[in-house]
Structure formats: structure tokens, C-alpha cells
């Protein structure tokens, strides 16, 4: 079953790049690409989930946009740089992890074509500079009508 997720990046820092890398390793290729005004920033992507229920299995998933190992999987945000910003002081990416997505949520966008899962994460660090790694504390995912 296709999933609609959407990534709320919360304020990230002005004048910097941000977008959704597609594909991995080098081979991808960063859109959705957009300059921080310092307002939020929205990414919207779908996904495909897996996985045996009757082995009392989590969902997994499959995508261009999905990253990393069964268990593991995440989306990633390029950040300046690899968002295509040559002249940027950044380049990094934002690791958001696809855990925490139970098979009730993926029933529940099933039952209904305009929730999505979206999760909010914050786009400046401690720092004041683009949040890059994986995100911490993640507070996960959440189904929400549009």
C-alpha cells in the first residue's frame, strides 16, 4: 500500500537549501528544494509499506526516498550544499527516522484518501545553524486529515 507523508521542518535558519533526497549512495538526487525564509518548510513524499502482519511483523518500507536497512529505514533532508547550494557554508544532511509507524496508521490512511503521516522535527540546532544527523528526541509520527 502507498503512504503520504509529509515532514514539517520547524524553522530552519534563512537563505539555506533544504529538500528530500531521492535515490542513495551517489546516486540521487535532492527535490522539492527550497530556500529557508525562516517559516516553517513542508516535504510531502510517498512511500510503499511491507511487511507480514500475520508474523506479527512491523510495516516496513520501500521508496525511492527511503534510506537504510529493515529496521532501520529513514528519510533524509539535504541541507545547503547537497541541496545543490554551491555556495553554501552547509552541507549536511537530516536523518528522520521511519520508526514508530504501526499497521493501525497505515489502516488508517487506507480508510481515508486525505490523512497523511506527518511528523514535525525542528530545522535549527542548539547551535543556530541547519539541525543535521538524526533527529533527537524524534517524537515520531502522527496521522493528520489535510
Excluded at 37 to 58: A, H, P, T, V
Aim: net charge neutral; with cysteine.
Amino acid at each position: 500500500m502507498n503512504l503520504t507523508l509529509r515532514i514539517v521542518l520547524e524553522t530552519p535558519p534563512a537563505g539555506v537549501d533544504f529538500g528530500l533526497q531521492k535515490g542513495s549512495g551517489n546516486n540521487y538526487q535532492t527535490v522539492q528544494i527550497q530556500r529557508s525564509g525562516g517559516q516553517d518548510l513542508y516535504f510531502d513524499l510517498i512511500l510503499e509499506s511491507k511487511g507480514d502482519r500475520q508474523k506479527n511483523q512491523m510495516p516496513d518500507f520501500r521508496g525511492p526516498f527511503v534510506q537504510g536497512a529493515v529496521g532501520g529505514r529513514f528519510i533524509y533532508i539535504d541541507i545547503g550544499t547537497y541541496a545543490g547550494e554551491t555556495n553554501s557554508l552547509f552541507g549536511r544532511r537530516l536523518k528522520i527516522p521511519l520508526t514508530g509507524i504501526f499497521w493501525e496508521m497505515v489502516d488508517q490512511l487506507a480508510a481515508d484518501p486525505k490523512a497523511v503521516l506527518e511528523t514535525h522535527v525542528p530545522g535549527t540546532g542548539k547551535d543556530g545553524t541547519p539541525n543535521c544527523a538524526t533527529v533527537k528526541p524524534f517524537d515520531g509520527w502522527k496521522v493528520v486529515k489535510l
